[in-house]
């Protein structure tokens, strides 16, 4: 089977937009890291940046089931000895709203070049209000099983 190589001046880049209020956490993210890859294309390539770009709204309000709001841990290290820090989801999203959406995000795409590039491309915001409205971004649906 030959390799695919599309060339970017062939792409027409869309703009989404996804309500992230009372969606759960993990699968906004897989919906979302799929477009950003454009694995919804039919000529998806794993080594091109064939993806569009996505707004994620209301990112505070992202739900996470079971005890997870209390039990789910985000660690950080100073690069110290004994500069393991960590945090619950709880404290996280009171003081930083848009961080769990975009590390979820970012764990479900490439590590590497390929995977920082698809990153840029997704702006995320914790309440309905966002200045992407010049784009009219479609609306993104959550895959369902």
């Known amino acids: 089977m030959k390799t695919i190589f599309v060339r970017p001046r062939d792409l027409e880049r869309r703009w989404y937009i996804a309500d992230a209020d009372g969606a759960p956490l993990g699968r906004l993210a897989a919906s979302v890291a799929s477009v950003l890859r454009g694995k919804h294309r039919p000529y998806f390539a794993p080594h091109q940046d064939l993806g569009d770009r996505v707004v994620v709204i209301n990112a505070a309000k992202v739900a996470v089931s079971g005890n997870k709001r209390k039990d789910k841990l985000y660690y950080r290290h100073s690069g110290y000895p004994g500069g393991l820090r960590s945090e619950t989801f709880e404290h996280v999203i ?44 479609r609306p993104l649906t959550l895959e369902q099983d």
């Open 94 to 137: 009171a003081r930083k709203p848009v961080f769990p959406v975009e590390q979820a995000i970012r764990g479900m795409l490439p590590k590497g070049t390929l995977g920082r590039e698809l990153f840029r491309k997704l702006r995320v915001y914790p309440g309905p209000d966002h200045p992407h409205g010049g784009q009219y971004p």
